[in-house]
Structure formats: C-alpha cells, structure tokens
C-alpha cells in the first residue's frame, strides 16, 4: 500500500478530528470518502467540499474501494464497527485510528479483524473545546505531534503508510511509542492535565472570577471545557495508569505545600528551580 | 492630583513591570523618569528611549519632582525603599505599586509614609515568563485585568489617578478589591496555578517529554518557568490564603480520583459538566 493520488480514503466518523483529517486531505487534492451517522454532518461534508461521497448509513460500496480507512469514532463505537463490518474490509486495506487510548484497543482490533487488511494505530496529539466536522480545521495539526503505535502485528509498509499520512496533514515530530508506553504518557501530559483542569473549575465558587484572572487561569482552564461523554470514557479505559500518574501529581504538589506550611523555603525554591530548568527545555 | 501631559511620572524598579509601564507611559507622550539599581538597564532604557532621565542610585532630585510614582520592586525591597526615602516625596504625590500580595503590604506602605503623598495600591493582571527591561513590553496590558486595592485611607481622587493610569496604559476590566479580597483571589487564580504548574513539571521524570506532548501540556506548564526569588517571597507573603487555596484544589482533584477509582462514572461525568458550564463564561 503506498499512498498516491489514485488511492481512496475512507474517514469513518466526521466529528472535529475526522473533520480535520478530510479537509487536509481533501486540500491537498486525495479522495476522500466518508461514512457518518448523521444527515447533518453529510450535508455539511458534501455542501463544503470536504469530501467527494458521504454517506449516513454503513455504505458496503464505500468501505470495499477504501485504500485507507482512517476511523475517528468513540473507542467502544469503533470496536462494534470493526466487529460488525470488519469483513467488508478490502484485503490490502490500510486501517488506522485517532483514538485516545491504545491498550485496550489496538490488539483488540487487530485479533477482531479477518486476515488481510492492517491496522496501525495512530494518535494525533491535537485537538480543540470544539465539536463537530462544522469546527473542523486541518490546521490544528499543523506542526502537532503524532504518535504511531505499532504491535508485532504490524510490518513495516503498514507503519510507512501511517506515517507518510501524518506527513501529508502536516504534523510536526512524528513517534512511535508501544501501546503500553503510549498509555503511561498519554495518561501523563494529556488525562492528567485535563483532571487538574476540572478540579480547579470546579473548586472554587465564584461567579464572576473572569473579572480576576490573569492569562495563566486562562491557560490552565482552557482544557476543562472537556465533552464528558468521550473524557470519562477514555479516563476508564487508561484507569490504572492513570491512577498511578495522579498520585505522583499529588504527592509532588503536597511537598510544595508542606515546604509553604512549614516554613521550608529551601525546598520550595528547589522545585520552582527544577520546574524552571525542565520548562526551559519545551521553548527550544 | 490629575494626570496630564505635564505630570511626571517616576518609576522605581526597571524589570519587566516598571519597562512596561514606562514604555506605556513614554509612546503616549508622557514624561517618565526611573530609578533602577543596575547600570545596565539604566543604559538600556536611556539607549532605548523608555525613559527620559534614569539614575542608578536613589536620585534626590527625581523623586521631588515625581508627581506619580510607581513602585515595580520585590515586596520587601518596596517596603525598605518605603522607610529609607518615603519623606523625600512631595506632599501631594501619588504613589501606586505592582506588587503581587496587599495584606501585608497597603497598610504598611501607608503606615510608614509621611502625612502627604497617598498610596493606592494595584495589581496589574499581566506578565510573561521573561525579565528584565530588555523584555519589557507595553502590549503585555492591553485589554488584561487591572485591580484598584484602596484601603479607607484613600481618597476618591488618588483611586481615580490610579484608575487613570490603567486606562491610559491599555487594561481591559479594571476592578476594586480589598486587600484580603485580592489575596484570596490572587491566592486562588495566580498562586495557586503556579502551584500546579511547579508540581506537574517537576513530578514526572521523562527527558524527552518535548516529543510527546499537546497543546494542553504546554499550557499547563507554562507558568512552571518562574523566578523562584520573587515567587517564593509572594507564597510567603500570602500564606495562609494559599495553603487554604491548595487545600481546596486537592479535595476537588481527590473527589476526581476517587471517581475513578470506585467505578463511579456518575460523579466524574457531573464533574466534568460543571467545569464545562463554569470555563464557558470565560469565553463570552
């Protein structure tokens, strides 16, 4: 499967990323099919050219002359895709995804799949507080990273395939992680972050605190505009993990408090130190 | 006192505050004058034209003829600059500050200046994670949160002077607050942030973390780049607001974890609701 302007992509599911996803693709002048699971976002899709055909049913006819099928679904709706109508699937299809979790998921899809089509899975590490193919804009990923996450199950034109897709959007550092590895970290910079978001909006009662902040309340609550819905879900599937890294979160910012309860401003200034040196390294 | 092009303005302490404000002050056509203890920003802001005359020792002279004066120092240097040199300011003199905390500060500063000058205190909501003059910036104010933190010894006139300092420099919203208002606030949507920040940077031990990470991570930390000096002195200066601050984060981020931990989906998807509903009214 090498990727040129004769091959079809499939995106299944045009919310924000599957949106995004075909308008970069469509931009850059490939086909791209898609499958929806409602009229509007079909109407929206074809009256703004973001792709050539759409359909709000499981079109066969679509899904069997996909070359690449790129699935931005909810990770329980996608694995009932793939159990439902898996077999429709061209043999040297290529599959990929842009879901947020990875254990759970990749080999679960792999061992649902017949002989025949790949699925590399991919997380693009972007995204907006917006929803819908109506927000969609190809150029959050512009320079974003993305992260590939092969098995043993998966050869190396399959993960060429993923990579030369992320290329064509645009994305910044490409990397691959296992799904393992790609979970503890993802639970790290993303989940954890989104869980201190929700805690601080909803800590303190004061009506009319926009009145007061200052641009770093502003940047640390952008992300608690969060969709429960798709956020609880992935929290569940990367629980453990999770888990673990919001320990550490509160035992690092329990020694901050202790080092002010106590008095112990040596300690104190080690960490904004550290915190200072590590931050550093991000502007480069 | 009524600020007008023959006002005087005096800025004590040339780093990225007093740079800013002078810059503001000097493209609008005002007459700024400095007090710096460092030649080399002196140099700078002589070279650059932030100001019009600039003395790297406490310049008798400047300070009589300053009829607006802004203090841009680490909270204790404030004070002993206070009680060293308060009586060389004219009797009917303005005396306003940045400083980051009020409790222990606005009734100091006040308590220790001669009958005459009045000082009205203020926050301006705004900064970067850069200093010095070298980096100063008047565009950093424009349309950011101003707080007026009058006590009852000030006057209408001097907390309209300082009303008219912040419009002149560009602030949006411009608000008054007790000092035990502000520092509850500032102990909640300033400190405690940078509380956050310091512990998310400082917790997890991953030399690359650059590679992996999305726009949330990054604005999560951003703040974790910090002058250790200055913010350890506000956390101190601000104690017990901030470790009550902390205190209520930590149970809101533990009702998350728990969430989590037992299954309770319910709980965590309400949470996740209300942070939704609260961050929206910050983008109206």
Known sequence: MIIDKKTRFLIVGLGLMGGSYARGLTQKGYHVD???NDKKSKDFALSHEIVRQCSDFVDEELIKNADVLIFALYPHTFIEWIEKNGALIKKDAVITDVTGVKGCIV???QSLLPEGPEFISAHPMAGREVYGVENSDERMFFGANYIVVPTEKNTENGIECCKRLAEILGFGRIVELSPKEHDDLIGFVSQLTHCIAVSLMTCYENEHLEKYTAD????LTRIANINEVLWSELFFLNRDSLLRQME???SHFRKLYESLKTGDRDTMIEMMK????RRKLFDK
Do not use: G, N, P, Q
């Open 107 to 109: 080999e679960k899809v």
């Open 274 to 277: 550290e915190s200072t040196a």
């Open 216 to 219: 770093s309340f502003r940047d």
């Open 248 to 250: 550490l979160f509160e």
């Open 34 to 36: 898609a499958i929806v």
